[in-house]
């Protein structure tokens, strides 16, 4: 079983900058691949980045060239570093992760960017 714990969300003015870290825990080692989403109010939940075992990452396109992901094999975390944050970045941030037996969710981390 892995579980995402994710941390560093907050309030944050327009411009500003985030850095996520997702830590995984429980058995890590079949893991494929690890992504951030987020669901702003009253919509659909969205994949934002991902990354996988052996580096492809996605971006979705209204986030390319702002946001970041990474990740540290030795922390078995994963990071999403957001830069010029805009208010319409304001929501929860959730981290997934797949491996050869399931995917798992983490409980979401709140980011709210105020104008």
């Known amino acids: 079983q892995v579980q995402p714990v994710e941390s560093g969300g907050g309030l944050v003015q327009a411009g500003g900058s985030l850095r996520l870290s997702c830590v995984l825990s429980?058995?890590?080692?079949?893991?494929?691949?690890m992504a951030w989403y987020r669901q702003a109010p009253g919509k659909q939940r969205e994949l934002v980045a991902s990354?996988?075992?052996?580096?492809?990452?996605h971006y979705v396109d209204s986030v390319k060239g702002r946001f970041t992901i990474s990740r540290d094999t030795a922390k078995k975390t994963v990071y999403l570093q957001i830069n010029s944050l805009k208010p319409e970045d304001t929501a929860v941030y959730s981290c997934k992760a797949w491996d050869l037996y399931g995917t798992y969710w983490g409980q979401g981390t709140q980011v709210t960017v105020s104008s």
């Open positions: 990354i996988t075992n052996r580096d492809f990452i």
């Open positions: 429980g058995s890590i080692n079949s893991i494929t691949i």
